[in-house]
């Protein structure tokens, strides 16, 4: 599964992150809950420099509690202040102010120590397309305060906003990396949204995922398709769905495209479940 996604824009506001972050106190750093170490740009040490850190774990209604518990004490194990969040519910949004006064606060006190007026800790927001970042932005703001829109890549240029909790966000369009080398990192990036669908080919990824919930969620394809024994081709299970729920062509030949659609929807949707791809340990 060769994806490969990198968009000219990418690659400019990765140089305008690099001559922002001068002005900048704190990094937001927003991830998938449902795939924490594959949403991470491998870049982002970099690109952050040693600025302070605040890794914010979105859509965690979408994943697993348990294993979300366990990236967020991973992260914090590893030096790096974690926090999960619901940005549609708004759970976990009122902890963000006070991990970055947090973090702000030897910078504060310096900027004290040398006479200069307080002023708010200006944060930057970085994160791959498509993790929530904008809608994020909304929950913490109280107001839409960025455009927001289901789609990678919609942020294409920088947006200073004030916010509660005496802080000014800086938010900036998603960024990959140029090669994502690594086929199971791009299926995870593929099935949860961050790549376009038009870059990849639907039936194969969702082939993929059908397999990974046949083997770790069963009772997930099960109870919602109806299926009482799955066939053990990605591809049979696909079409076994398609007859189930009556997507037929002309001839009587089952639409496999129509299918994947649907359990690609129903599974970014959370109709399926709640799935956690990849545990802690994997990264």
Not at 167 to 180: A, H, Q, R, S, V
Not at 244 to 257: E, F, K, N, P
Request: net charge positive; with cysteine; aromatic share 6%.
């Amino acid at each position: 599964m060769d994806i490969q996604w990198f968009p000219g824009h990418m690659a400019k506001a990765r140089r305008q992150v690099k001559e922002d972050l001068k002005l900048i106190d704190v990094v937001i750093e927003i991830i998938d809950a449902r795939i924490p170490a594959s949403s991470r740009n491998p870049d982002i040490n970099q690109i952050a420099g040693g600025k302070p850190r605040l890794i914010v774990l979105n859509k965690a209604d979408l994943a697993e509690p348990a294993l979300t518990r366990r990236w967020v004490d991973y992260f914090k194990k590893t030096g790096s202040p974690a926090v999960a969040v619901d940005s549609h519910g708004g759970r976990g949004v009122r902890e963000v102010p006070g991990y970055i006064q947090e973090l702000f606060e030897p910078k504060k006190a310096k900027l004290a120590a040398s006479g200069r007026r307080p002023r708010p800790a200006r944060c930057m927001i970085l994160g791959i397309p498509n993790v929530g970042k904008s809608l994020f932005i909304n929950k913490l703001a109280g107001r839409r305060a960025a455009r927001t829109e289901n789609v990678p890549g919609v942020t294409r240029g920088r947006q200073w906003l004030k916010v509660a909790g005496d802080l000014e966000l800086m938010d900036t369009p998603g960024i990959l990396w140029p090669k994502l080398g690594d086929e199971l990192v791009s299926f995870r990036l593929a099935v949860t949204g961050a790549i376009k669908e038009e870059i990849f080919d639907l039936n194969a990824v969702v082939g993929e995922l059908l397999d990974w919930l046949a083997g770790h969620h069963p009772e997930s394809i099960r109870e919602r398709y109806k299926i009482d024994e799955l066939p053990e081709d990605p591809q049979q299970l696909l079409e076994a769905i398609g007859a189930q729920r009556g997507y037929y062509q002309a001839g009587g030949v089952v639409d496999s495209l129509k299918a994947a659609k649907t359990v690609l929807k129903e599974f970014r949707g959370g109709i399926l479940g709640r799935f956690t791809l990849e545990e802690p340990a994997e990264s």
